[in-house]
């Protein structure tokens, strides 16, 4: 079975520090990776997604993360954090050969951005 | 832009109540979903549909049940509605046939069963 572990449930950083967002996933076969963001009260919004090719992946608002298939994670970077980005994130992983295309989440990261 | 269209933002119920949560996409999406959202739970899948009158049991199906008659709507039934599934409802839509396909997110129903 996939799982995925994100360590932190509550991310607190300065206006224009470095945002780190930690997410560890368990899958037997290559899985897929997402991040999701979610502002409040609102629906989840897709940031970036991994599927094959380069380990380093590109999202929306300068968010980046990288695959690292030998530590099995997952981490969701932005090198400045903006006041606007204080949101909860969600990783997720949907495994090739799975059950119908389901996604499981982590249980999610509140980030917090003080000026 | 896909759209996600949950019928509802917020809703009361009583307990004991039949609840009916409906959820509309507009892009021709072969699978639905409908999860629940509860602080440090993070999203549990409760059903999902891949195609129209077909359904799936997700991780904590018990005391629900859903409907496809269309391929655009899912609606979540909450049988007898109790205290414990107050919580915040959430749909999803995502394109069959391969794994990478993110699912997009309606906007939530925040339900509260009194």
């Known amino acids: 079975a996939q799982s995925v572990t994100q360590l932190g449930s509550h991310v607190s950083v300065s206006e224009g520090a470095l945002v780190l967002l930690r997410c560890n996933y368990s899958s037997s076969v290559p899985p897929y990776l997402f991040w999701y963001v979610q502002y409040p009260n609102q629906g989840l919004q897709l940031l970036l997604k991994?599927?094959?090719?380069?380990?380093l992946v590109k999202g929306i608002n300068g968010f980046e993360a990288e695959f690292k298939k030998s530590e099995t994670s997952f981490h969701l970077t932005k090198p400045s954090a903006h006041m606007s980005d204080a949101a909860e994130y969600f990783c997720?992983?949907?495994?090739?050969?799975?059950?119908?295309?389901?996604?499981?989440f982590g249980k999610g990261t509140l980030l917090t951005v003080n000026p | 832009d896909v759209k996600v269209t949950q019928s509802s933002r917020y809703l009361v119920k009583r307990t004991g109540e039949k609840v009916f949560l409906e959820c509309v996409q507009d892009m021709d999406h072969e699978n639905m979903f409908w999860y629940r959202q509860d602080p440090g739970l993070g999203l549990r899948l409760i059903y999902f549909s891949y195609d129209v009158k077909m359904k799936e049991k997700g991780d904590i199906p018990e005391g629900y049940s859903v409907s496809r008659e269309k391929k655009e709507r899912f609606s979540l039934i909450l049988e007898s509605a109790s205290t414990n599934q107050t919580s915040m409802y959430l749909c999803?839509?995502?394109?069959?046939?391969?794994?990478?396909?993110?699912?997009?997110f309606g906007d939530g129903t925040r339900l509260s069963i009194l």
């Open positions: 999803a839509s995502s394109l069959k046939g391969s794994y990478n396909q993110p699912q997009h």
């Open positions: 991994y599927t094959t090719g380069a380990t």
């Open positions: 997720a992983v949907s495994m090739s050969g799975g059950s119908n295309y389901k996604l499981t």
